[in-house]
């Protein structure tokens, strides 16, 4: 069973920067389209971008349009997300799923239910 592993998580400052990685263990990432959730405590888990395997079209919710940026490297087998000019309410655990945009509602979705462990973002002075 294929998993994916998040890592780059960090304390940051307000306006600062951060890479976090997305790396598939036993699944190749390639031939899925990929995307990045975040929770923060007391709220729903969101989506936050979201990067397609066949065409490259990327997608952003709308908190982080302009500063965020996803790519994927398939000879890493590795989905990053680039986070600039972060915030304090950009924090909260980061996660990784295969992912797809809802065009009904207009947000990143998925249909996962198994999540890994994440990785901490805290932007904070």
């Known amino acids: 069973q294929g998993q994916l592993v998040e890592s780059g998580g960090g304390l940051v400052q307000p306006g600062g920067s951060l890479r976090l990685a997305c790396a598939g263990s036993g699944i190749s990432l390639e031939y899925y389209t990929i995307g990045w959730f975040r929770q923060a405590p007391g709220k729903e888990r969101e989506g936050v971008s979201c990067?397609?395997?066949?065409?490259?079209?990327?997608y952003y919710g709308d908190s982080v349009k302009g500063r965020f940026t996803i790519s994927r490297d398939n000879a890493k087998n590795t989905v990053y997300l680039q986070m600039n000019s972060l915030k304090p309410e950009d924090t909260a655990v980061y996660y990784c799923?295969?992912?797809?945009?809802?065009?009904?509602?207009?947000?990143?979705?998925?249909?996962?239910?198994?999540w890994g462990q994440g990785t901490q973002v805290t932007g904070s002075s």
């Open positions: 990067i397609s395997h066949t065409d490259g079209n990327q």
């Open positions: 799923a295969r992912c797809y945009f809802d065009t009904t509602e207009g947000v990143i979705s998925t249909r996962d239910t198994y």
